[in-house]
């Protein structure tokens, strides 16, 4: 069984997994958002897609079931179990640029977009490479205008969602930023990478 690690609050991880080994992340105090990104350990250039995803899927409220697509339109991760059942797809990662523009803060402020950046880099993975993330646990909602509200994570203490790799992948993780998507406040995200094999529960 793999070991279990702590993403600190506001910052970020990247790994490889093969294909069929399983992802479990866990949000250990509850409502902390995890932005993900995926990119074929073989060939960076293909990654995840919110676009073909939710074309694919037909959806726009990823869970249990549905699978994560590529930009190649190849599925990169099946959702294998979703105690919380809220994620989104819509939102970039936040950047510096987030809090210069949306929160009026022109300091430095802590960003997913850095923090994957940062953690990807060694793969080879420039910052213009890195897309749209999978947003574990984040909740955002929208009326019947199209008009776009975040929401504090209705996940609880100990919410986990768990994936398996269809391909050979490299992962960018994160334990979010941005106050707005957390409820105010950063705390740690959890993980664990376990092969196929393995009992799947933690």
């Known amino acids: ?117 940062k953690n990807l880099i060694g793969y080879g993975i420039e910052l213009d490479g890195i897309p749209t993330a999978f947003n574990i646990f984040m909740n955002v909602h929208f009326d019947t205008t199209g008009q776009l509200k975040v929401l504090p994570p209705t996940s609880k203490p100990g919410d986990l969602i768990r994936f398996k790799a269809e391909m050979d992948l490299i992962v960018g993780l994160t334990a979010c930023s941005a106050e707005d998507s957390n409820g105010g406040t950063f705390k740690p995200i959890h993980f664990l990478v376990t092969n196929a094999s393995f009992d799947k529960h933690i």
């Open 1 to 117: 069984m793999s070991a279990l690690h702590i993403i600190a609050p506001q910052s970020g991880a990247a790994f490889e997994m093969n294909k069929g080994d399983i992802l479990t992340v866990i949000d250990p105090l509850g409502q902390q958002v995890s932005d993900m990104v995926l990119f074929n350990r073989d060939d960076i250039k293909e990654k995840i897609s919110s676009g073909k995803t939710m074309d694919f899927e037909e959806t726009i409220l990823l869970t249990k079931g549905h699978f994560l697509w590529s930009n190649r339109s190849q599925k990169m991760m099946e959702i294998m179990e979703d105690s919380n059942g809220r994620n989104d797809f819509l939102l970039a990662p936040c950047s510096p640029e987030t809090f210069k523009i949306m929160y009026n803060n022109p300091g430095y402020h802590p960003s997913c977009l850095e923090n994957l950046n």
